[in-house]
């Protein structure tokens, strides 16, 4: 079985999270998608998520190219993820490319593009000009 990892905060799930899932499926038979805790934006990637951890956690499990959702709870934890669960391949998109590189001693590297016409930043910026 070939298993697939990628990793995201996916808040305000969009068309553009379903494609990049999609296409991370494709790559395996098994996508593990690390989602990012609430403590985790907050402290290190300094935002805070519209939808708790639990509610994004539900959507994300509920995509039926997602076979298992695991938290994401430092940036450090991919070297341990990739080895405890048997990863063959790392899927991120296309905007981290390079920094992941190192990676590719453990699995394959995959930056995969984004889907142009959507982002999260978006849809909350076009979300304040409206009210």
């Given amino acids: 079985m070939k298993r697939v990892l990628t990793y995201g905060t ?3 799930l969009h068309y553009g999270h379903i494609n990049l899932l999609k296409r991370a499926k494709e790559l395996g038979d098994y996508l593990i998608v690390a989602l ?3 403590e985790f934006n907050l402290v290190e990637k300094g935002k805070k998520s519209y939808f708790t951890y639990e509610q994004r956690k539900s959507m994300l499990e509920a995509i039926r190219y997602v076979d298992l959702v695991i938290p994401e709870e430092s940036w450090e934890q991919k070297k341990t993820d990739i080895r405890k669960y048997h990863v063959d391949t790392f899927v991120i998109g296309d905007d981290w490319e390079g920094k992941f590189d190192f990676l590719n ?7 995969l593009p984004r889907t142009p016409e959507i982002s999260t930043t978006q849809i909350k910026n076009e979300a304040g000009q409206k009210t």
């Avoid at 001693?105 to 930056?111: H, P, R």
């Fill in 10 to 12: 996916y808040d305000l």
């Fill in 105 to 111: 001693e453990l699995c394959t590297v995959v930056y």
């Fill in 36 to 38: 990012s805790t609430d």
